[in-house]
T-cell receptor
Framework: GENVEQHPSTLSVQEGDSAVIKCTYS??????FPWYKQELGKRPQLIID?????GEKKDQRIAVTLNKTAKHFSLHITETQPEDSAVYFC??????????????FGAGTRLTVKP | NAGVTQTPKFRILKIGQSMTLQCTQD?????MYWYRQDPGMGLKLIYY???????DKGEVPNGYNVSRSTTEDFPLRLELAAPSQTSVYFC??????????????FGPGTRLTVL
């Protein structure tokens, strides 16, 4: 099955700096890569996602890049703010035509933005 | 829409007790999932369902059972609770029709402690 690795496990940045979180996946058939943000004691919430037919996607201060050849994808947050502090999870999912329909998550990155 | 709802929010069980975690979604999603999240860790898939009457194992199914008699409900059953099942349990749902939509929407979680 799919295996997703996420780095770093913790990341501390100054407010206004950029933050980058990287993930690698093992199954070359995976075609959907979401990123979730989880605040303390809350549920994971989707912040951005990318599909395998796209190399980059932006939404205001956040962007995701995908390198299918290398099987890695990254989350970029620019102009970080204290409210960006949370745990971020990447995930990879195979096509729905597969017998195995499960999405695999990375272990998470705890981002702290210092004011 | 209420989205994905879960009950109870918190529960303490004794070793060997049984319980059912309830999950309901009102978005007419065909896919539903159960995850567990151990402290400081990512999400691990327990079971998932691609539609009423169809369920399948995820990454960590041992000690759990599920059923999917309706589109809306996907209960998770713990038969003989063990301390290793102490975790936060999240239910999620997504719609997968002819398009590639895979976004999973999470419930608020159930915090379970087994003593």
């Amino acid at each position: 099955g799919e295996n997703v690795e996420q780095h770093p496990s913790t990341l501390s940045v100054q407010e206004g700096d950029s933050a980058v979180i990287k993930c690698t996946y093992s199954d070359s058939a995976s075609n959907y890569f979401p990123w979730y943000k989880q605040e303390l004691g809350k549920r994971p919430q989707l912040i951005i996602d990318i599909r395998s037919n796209v190399g980059e996607k932006k939404d205001q201060r956040i962007a995701v890049t995908l390198n299918k050849t290398a099987k890695h994808f990254s989350l970029h947050i620019t102009e970080t703010q204290p409210e960006d502090s949370a745990v971020y999870f990447c995930a990879a999912s195979p096509p729905k035509s597969y017998n195995n329909n499960d999405m695999r998550f990375g272990a998470g990155t705890r981002l702290t933005v210092k004011p | 829409n209420a989205g994905v709802t879960q009950t109870p929010k918190f529960r303490i069980l004794k070793i060997g007790q049984s319980m059912t975690l309830q999950c309901t979604q009102d978005m007419n999603h065909n896919y539903m999932y159960w995850y567990r999240q151990d402290p400081g860790m990512g999400l691990k898939l327990i079971y998932y369902s691609v539609g009423a009457g169809i369920t399948d194992k995820g990454e960590v199914p041992n000690g759990y059972n599920v059923s999917r008699s309706t589109t809306e409900d996907f209960p998770l059953r713990l038969e003989l609770a063990a301390p290793s099942q102490t975790s936060v349990y999240f239910c999620a749902s997504s719609y997968s029709g002819t398009g590639p939509t895979d976004t999973q929407y999470f419930g608020p979680g159930t915090r379970l402690t087994v003593l």
